[in-house]
């Protein structure tokens, strides 16, 4: 089986990465360090997945979340949708395979896919709200986020929500503070049937070797790992029986990247409004400079009072 | 009697020179509660657009109450606008003489004014920042409704929100770019801000920039105010 | 014996290899790196461990509490974490949901934090000191017991049977907890007995 | 379990049938994901409803609750025609050879001795052909007509691949499919395990479910094994323990069994017991039955026990029927003959069938007592809660004491996992509030008892005020003085047998194990197979070396396992009759000419030569069981009988309702419907999310599963015209409840001997107390009837009818 993590020390110990390893930051510019730390990775093998929702019963634990006690809407998926306190969200879909007929109940856990390049932190406005660690984790700061919910429109993955109660937006953090102590993510920890696994991507790549080849051999000739390079990759990826249709697994985005309309705004539209507003500004200098100021002519001011006195008279001279 | 280019309000004062009543200090107030949000406005957003700006959210009290305020002085500035549109948009429709005027536009700007056709309360220029402003207002307060997270998130799709942060920004570059038009010419054109700001302009500036409007007024019994008393 | 928390577990066995590079990859860089700003301090420091095994189901996966105040020392003691015991053969580490949520029913709002008494035909519990409540079951059941124990069947067979109060035991209970019971319902010849194996 | 979680990983075939590992036991389920990742494993569901489990499943087919038999008969009778039977394993370890009695038969349902009025059979016949020299007479050739072999052969032949379909509407390439693979298990080296749970226990003839998945495992040797065995998952956390330790009417720790009126005296009791060996040279291990049970007496009553008063054999009660079980105990509470009652960590008001029956029932106790760490629906039965819970508190005079205990997290001590493994754990947080640890509890009632007998007198007072109760502070016994106990301990020096000056064990000390337990009251036994878990040499249940020799997944030095930390069960079957492991790839134990070595502790005696002694030593035939005697209630073999409540007819045996032995009061009877009434085939179960009745007062869990709901087929729904999420009445004879519609394809109607059968599944997690929202539980619907044999009541097969209703108003 996949080695376990050790059991957190409870002794207080130096983070692992921190400010220093920064790569991104949001609306500012970094200089990266100069190493890179080894690209962490968590892999998420739906095929061994059993839905039993651990991975978010840990993830609420951990992170101290309260989400609200729902309803049944006449689906397992419960709370229906990824919200401020629920970071992780187990999606059930009832697949007849059209090939053999037979039924298969595809259940892929959601949330942050940690993105090589990361749309929230392109599209995100605030300074240092998201960052994005040499490892590869991409993280909110809450203290920095101004709760716009551009990185909502960033996401590729529509993986952000912003909590009405406070206006700041959340979403998984790769359990850094358990990473920072050499841990791996509460959601991974806990996994019953090791589905979740944590590790560099690199070993996450072989293990997924190891369970493809697994897959294939029981018939799956599509299996294979979903680390779409549309984002430059991932550090949260998935092992799918059905690799060629990602989209079966509740809507997983096929080759995802960042929407055009985010690339669109967040470059071409910046540079060419200041442009335009620029060159507008010299324009009118350089207009000044040539053309002068429009001037009022004494001759003007007679003008006016001519005309004035002229159309008086007319006036008193109509019956 | 001709008075189409007449607002309420307007008024020829005889005298050397000339004064004129050119705008109200309601309509005052209302222009300038406008401009206020619109800078406001270009100031809260541009704080939001470019990174190089953010330092500008320190005027809002930071980021978050940028974000939060910024809506609000939408709407403000729409109030405003309102208030102008219906004031004068009677004032600001097409006439042929625009037509003309546009042709020798190149004119008009290397400074011979005295050889363009006269032209009444408002030239071509001024009718298009106004129009203009105003489409602008109504596609940045649509698009600006669909981003407003914190009450009209659940509303749309991601993508329809991606559309509307793109659409808001250029709208909000356009009107940017107008306004800064719309200042220069004041300044450019001597003796036009005291239109704006004493309400009040000579009547050689009225002569020189807007003779049409000029005629309507002196030909009005109700607008020339005239000195003389009538003879028995 | 007691509580020695071997850290070795499966690190010395087969794993020690890959987790150590594993490890390694969280970049063991800088040690002295402080925390960034995202990066919450790690809650579990400075806080007492104590294994114990999941309540639930009979896989009896290994957990560790983690609490605030430590009973060993005799101290008031609060679990604010309950985490898989990565030492333990069955579950490495690793809970179900249930599991993942003990803490939730350790702090659960409707746990019974004092004894109550219903009193017949009312419609409220009212809250009653131990002593009270404990002085009243034994002498329902000795009256209960005195009048109806069963000291002879129809043939004069001595079979001492008490069967008009009865016992449900638990199943979540240690085996000393079932020791003790079954020790002080069998004294009493109680025969209405049993326990959740069956449901 | 007969094997371990982790030895699960050693298997090649995994059968998950009447159980829902993935979602039951997700953490044990782990080795079965490891099994397929490690070594390529199958695994193959079998269940009404597309489970969690057989999401993951290699194979998955459907199967009509409550037919289980027909499928394994099927499945036995498919290895017999295909000759897919591990021949050496049946020959050496099982009674396939053993000569059955004249006059045993089976007809249209029924075997023979059945007396309808008793509702019970004469067992008479049901055994073996005894020979002059006492033993049973064996036919190694098979060739007697009337050998186990052949008796099997001819009962299973009915159970073709198209009987099968026709009455389990398990399609029959399926079915075949399954067979297939399940067969080529009968190779030595390939070994298929069993996973199971209350899918087949909670059935009128849930004993025999099991029975026939026991029979197929024996037919192609996996039983012994490593990654082989029948593996009961079990349900709670310390069931097992608490069986163990006998907390049943009928039991003494250590599966010994409380006296009936039919053993007037010791020895008229011991006469029944301790079974002398039916094959030569047999261990027979219940030989040693005097030992544990004088040895448990002294640890009852110490000093009080001696061999003057036959060790207080009277002091024990004696039964008049064959068990006081929960549903006995229900239907005289019923019947207004209980007045007290006491939960301890229970809540029968959702845990038992016929919620109405309950409700009635204890509102004619004098008193109820419960003991719990969290606010039970059975302590609030009388509470009004609307729908979910209508009753008028005025009229139940039942008066209620509620005691705050502790939960696991503030005590300390062991509990035994389903693979019999003593784990100790220790207390990591104060209690809150006022609550006590429940032998604190438990002693403060006893203390009480005894004063009070002390006071006033009272009748047979001696077990009670002589209850051995010598511990350090007698108001709270320690869990380390409990434990002890349990192992055993000397009360006098023992001496060696043939040297009575020899001093082996001094007074005083803990038994190293149950080998040393002697029936002269010189030692004490609270629970003879836990003796070795607390001895001398410490707490052997608080051990944590997580050592594993060559990986075999034994870990024989993590906790300690009854018994003698044994982890394999019937482990020297492991080898073949010479002593060479069946599988070397998987080898187990393996006799080196001198004795027994290997990765576990042998089931046998370590120097027992392989070709004489067997490996079943419990049995006195040193063998298994093909035909189980007259050991079973309902049958030596096992038999397809419908449901009490089915929606169609037994085709094997028409005549027959149900099991025809199964445990039912009469009044319970008219309470059952027909398929006429009630037309929809109804199962209970539970779900990941949720732990019975307690996780819905953990605010996670509530979050994760909030509300009761029912599963039905796309189909039903759309002749029922329910809408998915939409509300929905669901009814049977003895009640009704409303929940929220789940519509899926992951169940699909049945045809079923040319009949559609549609399935409602229902889950069982809600009540009227905790975080999760207010919801019924199935027990509202489910009939009261108990298996033959163990009396678990029937709650995986039943019927109901459902229909849309307007949805609660918000």
């Known amino acids: 089986m996949f080695p376990p993590l050790p059991n957190p020390s409870t002794a207080p110990g130096p983070a692992r990465f921190g400010d220093k390893d920064l790569i991104r930051r949001s609306a500012s510019t970094v200089t990266p360090p100069a190493q890179r730390q080894t690209e962490v990775a968590k892999l998420i093998d739906v095929s061994k997945c059993i839905g039993c929702k651990a991975c978010q019963s840990a993830c609420l634990e951990w992170n101290d979340q309260h989400e609200e006690v729902g309803v049944n809407t006449g689906v397992y998926d419960n709370p229906h949708d990824l919200t401020p306190a629920s970071w992780t969200l187990m999606r059930f879909t009832e697949w007849v395979n059209p090939e053999t007929q037979n039924l298969e109940w595809l259940i892929r856990k959601d949330g942050c896919m940690h993105c090589e390049d990361p749309g929230c932190l392109k599209a995100c406005p605030a300074p240092g709200a998201i960052v994005q660690y040499s490892n590869g984790i991409v993280d909110f700061v809450k203290e920095n986020c101004i709760g716009c919910g551009y990185c909502v429109k960033g996401c590729p993955f529509n993986i952000p929500r912003i909590s009405r109660v406070d206006e700041k937006a959340y979403k998984c953090s790769l359990c850094s503070d358990r990473v920072a102590v050499g841990q791996g993510p509460a959601c991974a920890k806990a996994c019953p049937t090791q589905a979740i696994v944590f590790g560099t991507k690199e070993e996450m790549k072989k293990h997924a070797d190891g369970r493809i080849t697994d897959l294939k051999s029981r018939g799956y000739k599509n299996a294979g790992l979903y680390d779409p390079p549309g984002v430059g990759g991932t550090h949260v990826m998935y092992v799918l029986h059905h690799a060629d249709k990602p989209e079966i697994y509740a809507g997983l985005p096929n080759n995802p990247k960042i929407s055009p309309l985010v690339e669109l705004w967040k470059g071409v539209a910046k540079y060419a409004g200041f442009a335009a507003i620029g060159a507008l500004a010299v324009g009118s200098v350089l207009h000044r400079l040539v053309a002068g100021r429009s001037e009022v002519s004494r001759e003007d001011e007679t003008n006016a009072q001519r005309l004035a006195r002229e159309e008086e008279t007319k006036e008193r001279a109509s019956p | 009697m001709r008075r189409d280019e007449i607002v309420e309000g307007d008024a020829l004062h005889p005298g050397d020179p000339v004064v004129i009543d050119r705008y109200s200090t309601a309509a005052r107030f209302n222009h300038w509660m406008t401009a206020a949000s619109l800078v406001l406005l270009a100031l809260s957003g541009l704080a939001l657009f470019h990174p190089a700006l953010y330092f500008l959210t320190g005027l809002f009290g930071g980021g978050s109450n940028t974000r939060a305020i910024h809506p609000w002085i939408g709407l403000f500035l729409f109030l405003g606008y309102m208030g102008l549109f219906f004031r004068f948009w009677k004032v600001n429709l097409w006439t042929p003489t625009d037509g003309t005027w546009l042709k020798k536009l190149h004119v008009f700007l290397i400074g011979h004014e005295e050889d363009m056709p006269e032209v009444g309360r408002y030239n071509f220029a001024q009718k298009a920042v106004f129009w203009w402003m105003g489409i602008l207002i109504m596609i940045s307060i649509a698009s600006g409704l669909v981003i407003w997270e914190q009450y009209f998130a659940a509303y749309t799709t991601v993508d329809q929100k991606r559309w509307a942060v793109l659409i808001h920004s250029v709208a909000a570059i356009v009107m940017i770019c107008i306004v800064i038009v719309h200042v220069y010419g004041a300044l450019w054109a001597r003796g036009t801000m005291t239109a704006m700001i004493k309400g009040r302009v000579t009547g050689g500036w009225a002569w020189r920039h807007h003779r049409k409007w000029l005629r309507e007024l002196a030909a009005d019994p109700k607008a020339n105010r005239g000195t003389a008393t009538p003879a028995e | ?199 | ?810």
């Open chain 4, 1 to 810: 379990m007969t094997n371990s979680w982790t030895d699960i990983k050693n298997t090649d075939l995994v059968v998950v049938m009447g159980g829902n590992a993935a979602e039951a036991h997700p953490c044990g389920f782990k080795w079965v994901t490891e099994a397929k990742a490690n070594r390529g494993a199958k695994l193959i569901v079998v269940d009404p409803r597309f489970t969690r489990t057989a999401s993951v499943a290699d194979v998955y087919a459907p199967i009509r609750q409550g037919t289980d038999i027909a499928f394994l008969l099927g499945v036995i009778n498919h290895c017999m025609q295909t000759d897919k039977v591990q021949w050496d394993y049946v020959r050496a370890f099982t009674n396939a050879a053993y000569v059955v009695k004249e006059g045993f038969a089976y007809q249209d349902g029924l075997f023979t001795g059945y007396d309808e009025s008793r509702r019970d059979y004469n067992r008479s016949t049901w055994d073996y052909e005894i020979g002059p020299d006492g033993y049973a007479v064996v036919d190694e050739t098979l060739q007697n007509p009337r050998c186990v072999w052949n008796l099997l052969k001819q009962h299973v032949a009915t159970y073709t691949p198209e009987m099968v379909e026709r009455i389990c509407g398990t399609p029959k390439d399926k079915f075949v499919q399954i067979a297939r693979m399940i067969a080529e298990c009968a190779s030595p080296t390939r070994t298929m395990t069993s996973m199971y749970a209350l899918g087949w226990t909670q059935h009128s003839k849930g004993s025999q479910n099991i029975r026939a998945m026991a029979m197929l495992q024996l037919i192609l040797g996996n039983i012994g094994v490593r990654g082989g065995g029948m593996n009961a998952l079990r349900g709670h956390s310390n069931i097992q323990g608490l069986t163990d330790i006998g907390l049943m009417s009928n039991l003494i720790p250590g599966y010994l069994t409380i006296p009936t009126e039919r053993e007037p005296s010791f020895d008229a009791y011991m006469a029944t017991r301790g079974f002398k060996p039916l094959r030569p040279g047999q261990m027979s291990y219940w030989q040693n039955y005097r030992k544990f049970f004088v040895s448990f007496q002294k640890a009852m009553w110490g000093e009080a026990a001696t061999a003057d008063n036959a060790f207080a054999y009277d002091w024990l009660p004696k039964l008049d029927v064959p068990a006081y079980d929960v549903l006995r105990a229900f239907e005289l509470m019923h019947q207004g003959k209980m007045n007290g009652y006491f939960c301890q960590g229970f809540n029968p008001l959702l845990s038992f069938p016929n919620r109405k029956k309950i409700t009635t029932a204890l509102s004619k106790l004098k008193f109820l007592v419960v003991m719990d760490p969290l606010q039970t629906e059975t302590a609030r039965f009388w509470e009004n809660h609307g729908a979910n819970n209508d009753v008028s508190p005025a009229a139940i005079q039942t008066e209620v004491i509620e005691l705050p205990t502790t939960c696991f997290a503030e005590d300390e001590g062991s509990l035994v996992n389903s693979g019999r493994w003593l784990q100790w754990h220790w207390a990591g947080g104060t209690p809150p509030g006022e609550a006590k640890h429940d032998t604190w509890i438990m002693a403060q009632i006893h203390l009480r008892l005894k004063e009070l007998y002390r006071k006033e007198g009272g009748p047979v007072p001696e077990p009670i005020v002589n209850l051995d109760w010598r511990y350090k502070d007698p108001n709270e016994p320690s869990p380390e003085e409990l434990a002890k106990e349990l192992n055993g301990y000397t009360t006098a020096d023992l001496t060696d047998p043939n040297d009575p000056t020899k001093v082996v064990i001094a007074k005083g000390k803990q038994v190293p194990g149950f080998a040393v337990l002697r029936d002269d009251g010189s030692t004490a036994c609270g629970c003879w197979i836990y003796s070795g878990s607390f001895t001398e040499a410490g707490n052997q249940m608080a051990r944590r070396d997580t050592t594993d020799p060559d990986e075999t997944g034994a870990y024989s030095k993590w906790a300690w396992s009854w018994p003698a930390n044994r982890r394999i069960l019937y482990n020297r079957a492991s080898a073949d009759r010479s002593g060479k492991p069946w599988d070397p790839s998987r080898k187990l134990l393996e006799w080196d000419g001198t004795k027994w070595t290997g990765y576990d502790v042998p089931d046998i005696a370590p120097t027992a030569k392989p070709e004489e002694v067997g490996p079943f030593i419990m049995n006195p035939e040193g063998v298994s069981r093909l035909f189980t005697r007259g050991m079973m209630r309902d049958g030596p073999f096992p038999v397809h009988y419908e449901p009490f409540e089915s929606p169609v007819v037994n085709v094997v045996a028409p005549k027959v309702r149900g099991n025809p032995v199964a445990r039912v009061f009469r009044n319970d009877m008219e309470q059952f419907g027909d398929a006429k009434e009630f037309p929809y085939a109804a199962t209970s179960y539970r779900l990941t999310e949720h732990f019975h009745f307690w996780t819905k007062h953990a605010h996670a869990n509530a979050v994760l599963q909030p509300e009761f709901f029912v599963e039905i087929s796309e189909q039903l729904a759309k002749e029922k015209g329910i809408k998915p999420g939409g509300t929905v009445r669901v009814w049977s004879k003895r009640g009704s409840v409303t929940a929220k519609a789940v519509v899926t394809k992951r169940i699909r109607p049945l045809v079923c001997d040319g009949k559609t059968v549609h399935i409602v599944g229902i889950p069982l997690h809600w009540g009227f107390t905790g975080a999760a929202r207010k919801g019924f539980g199935p027990n509202s619907l489910t009939p009261f009837v108990g298996d033959a044999n163990i009396e678990t009541p029937e709650y995986k097969a039943f019927l109901v009818d459902i229909e849309p209703v307007a949805g609660p108003v918000a």
């Open chain 3, 1 to 199: 014996m007691n509580m020695e928390l071997s850290r070795r577990g499966f690190l010395a066995g087969a794993g020690a290899g890959v987790a150590g590079t594993t490890l390694g990859a969280f970049g063991f860089g800088d040690v002295e790196a402080a925390h960034a700003a995202s990066i919450r301090p790690f809650k579990l420091a400075n806080t007492a461990e104590a294994r114990n095994t999941c309540t639930y189901c009979s896989v009896a996966c290994g957990i560790i509490l983690y609490s605030k105040g430590d009973l060993k020392k005799g101290e008031k003691a609060e679990i604010i974490h309950i985490e898989g015991d990565a030492d333990h053969p069955t579950n490495r580490g690793t809970l179900c949901p249930k599991g993942s949520a003990l803490l939730d029913v350790v702090h659960s709002k409707t746990r019974t934090l004092y004894p109550q008494i219903r009193k017949a035909g009312s419609d409220k519990f009212e809250r009653v000191s131990w002593e009270q409540a404990l002085d009243r079951i034994a002498r329902l059941m000795k009256d209960d017991r005195d009048r109806n124990l069963v000291l002879k069947n129809a043939d004069g067979v001595t079979v001492n049977r008490w069967t008009t109060t009865g016992f449900l035991a638990a199943s979540a209970t240690t085996n000393e907890t079932a020791w003790a019971t079954y020790k002080v319902v069998r004294s009493t010849g109680m025969v209405v007995f049993d326990n959740q194996a069956r449901v």
